[in-house]
């Protein structure tokens, strides 16, 4: 399993911006898909998940209201739009499995860094 993560970079406090994530080696369809971070020193947290078919997402209470998930038309990408940013955003961001559980590879993330 490949996942590919795009789409992070540098904005200030307030600002937007869209990540993706390409799964390769797995039908992505088949499974609810989440995003999850990491801030430096922290444990790696749950963001965001989409179920299967994309109608259903569910998102840890301080994303709520500011980013938006969804699939891409094939299912096999998995975007997570995110509006609002605030330094406590700033983390790496990772796609993965959302259920039954992550696989194992978790891939390189993209850098997200808001700046106050």
């Known amino acids: 399993v490949q996942l590919q993560a795009s789409g992070g970079g540098s904005v200030q406090a307030g600002g937007s911006l869209r990540l993706s994530c390409e799964v390769a080696?797995?039908?992505?369809?088949?499974?609810?898909m989440g995003w999850f971070r990491q801030a430096p020193g922290k444990d790696r947290d749950f963001v965001a998940a989409?179920?299967?078919?994309?109608?259903?997402?569910y998102y840890t209470d301080s994303v709520k209201g500011r980013f938006t998930l969804s699939r891409g038309n094939a299912k096999n990408t998995v975007t997570l739009q995110m509006n609002n940013l605030k330094p406590e955003d700033t983390a790496v961001y990772y796609c993965?499995?959302?259920?039954?559980?992550?696989?194992?590879?978790w891939g390189q993330g993209t850098q997200v860094t808001v700046s106050s």
């Open positions: 993965n499995r959302w259920r039954p559980s992550p696989f194992q590879s």
């Open positions: 989409i179920n299967y078919n994309g109608n259903g997402a």
């Open positions: 080696g797995v039908t992505a369809r088949r499974y609810a």
